[in-house]
């Protein structure tokens, strides 16, 4: 007996195949607009997809990719290193002048040094980059890439589009749900479009998931309520939509259970996101974050386990090196909480914005010519390590900015001894020789 071959995803088996069929992003697609003048022409720059989950990227691509005489490569940043992307380019130069599409999904996450392997092939037309993303390019992207390629806004689907992609699911007897009679009461699919939130493959996994888990007896020929998909839901309460707004409430939640030393929420919450399937870096990123911006030098090691906790994993995965995650939230909130790192480092950025380009004295200058030791660069500089105390007074910021304060230490934890450092040293300059500038 021959085993079954499970079918694709309903979000698979329902990508649009054309222009026609995609919904929501007609300021691109349609007459007249960048890709469909750029496909009537096949003439397609290197560009960067810009949007939400579920708004499209991918699909986009692969019209692109049946619709034009270029060969097509696609990559994922997730997946695919350095060899991949070797690899592509050796085959695009081997097919040139014919032109190779390079369709990376992801691309925000390759580093910098992986983005700037696509130079000089985009700027020799052996690769048409197409990037897809949902985080914002001018942070994500490198300035050299992005300045290479024209950027596509994706759209979040509508409402009314998204009950139209599941209205067609439920019709489409070839790539929706077959030969099963779907009668569904009325304001089943808004509801499930209000859910969704813009996000087409959201919409269509809740929508194959709400009939698989229905009776036969309701799938093929009863009724689908809105009773039934509240019960649905219900079932699939523990787990948060890790791409919509239950994603930003529950890491709100655990970072205020941190801030406010609460290690039993914290750990609850903890446990909500990696339940709803969060992926774990992302939480040692926001852990990371945390030890620097509500820790601070109250417990400088809580950013050293903060980091240890990010490599443990990297390196373990799911689901061991969650311990990882849990030690590092326990000792978060149980360190002394300071912001004065925070605090400190957003009073000197609006300091430096508003103070413009001013230079340093000229004693910290550094002075590798003749002409520079000439106008007294480094004149009368001394090297701290020569003196007692290790320490000489001298002025350090610019004479306009002499006087500022930016750090603040508070009386708590490791921060205790810094603020005694703080004022050991102001009692020496004021009684040391000064320093001029």
């Known amino acids: 007996m021959t085993s ?12 649009p195949r054309d222009f026609e069929e995609l919904l929501g992003q007609a300021h691109l697609t349609g007459p007249g607009k960048l890709l469909f003048l750029a496909l009537q022409t096949d ?47 050796e085959r695009a130069k081997a097919a040139h002048p014919q032109g190779t599409i390079l369709f990376v999904d992801e691309i925000h996450r390759f580093n910098r040094a992986q983005q700037d392997a696509f130079l000089p092939f985009v700027e020799q037309g052996i ?6 993303t949902t985080e914002n390019p001018s942070f994500a992207l490198n300035g050299a890439l992005l300045s290479r390629c024209r950027v596509a806004v994706l759209n979040p689907l509508e409402g009314e589009d998204l009950t139209r992609l599941l209205q067609r699911a439920v019709e489409d007897r070839e790539r929706g749900f077959g030969e099963l009679s779907l009668v ?16 087409a493959r959201y919409a269509l996994n809740l929508l194959e998931v709400f009939i698989q888990l229905q009776p036969e007896s309701v799938r093929n020929g009863g009724t689908l309520t809105g009773e039934a998909l509240r019960e649905t839901l219900e079932r699939r309460a523990l787990l948060h939509d890790r791409l919509g707004e239950s994603h930003y409430n529950l890491i709100s939640a655990l970072h205020k259970s941190l801030r406010g030393s609460d290690v039993d929420a ?3 919450w903890l446990a909500r996101m990696v339940q709803g399937g969060e992926d774990g870096l992302y939480i040692a990123r926001r852990l990371i974050r945390f030890a620097s911006e509500d820790v601070g030098n109250a417990d400088p090691q809580a950013l050293t386990i903060a980091l240890a906790a990010k490599e443990s994993y990297h390196f373990l995965g799911s689901p061991e090196g969650e311990l990882a995650l849990a030690q590092a939230v326990i000792y978060l909130a149980t360190a002394p909480k300071s912001n004065s790192v925070y605090t400190a480092f957003q009073s000197a950025m609006a300091c430096a914005g508003r103070s413009g380009s001013l230079g340093p004295p000229l004693h910290i200058r550094n002075a590798p010519t003749r002409l520079m030791r000439e106008l007294g660069y480094g004149k009368e500089y001394r090297y701290p390590h020569d003196h007692e105390e290790g320490f000489v007074v001298a002025d350090y910021l610019p004479e ?4 500022q304060r930016f750090y603040q230490p508070v009386e708590r934890g490791f921060e205790r001894e810094i603020a005694k450092r703080l004022d050991y040293w102001q009692k020496l300059k004021q009684r040391a020789p000064r320093t001029e500038s």
């Open 4 to 15: 079954k071959t499970p079918s694709p995803p309903l979000a698979d088996r329902m990508r």
């Open 43 to 89: 003439q397609l720059p290197s560009m960067i997809l810009w949007g939400p989950p579920g708004s499209g990227k991918t699909t986009l691509a692969r019209i692109v990719a049946a619709r034009t005489r270029h060969r097509f490569e696609a990559l994922s940043a997730v997946l695919d290193g350095v060899k991949e992307v070797r690899a592509v380019v």
């Open 127 to 132: 690769i048409t980059l197409i990037g897809a």
């Open 184 to 199: 569904l009461e009325a304001g089943v699919l808004e509801s499930i479009a209000a859910l969704a939130d813009g996000d």
């Open 266 to 268: 914290a750990l609850y």
């Open 400 to 403: 306009a900015l002499l006087g």
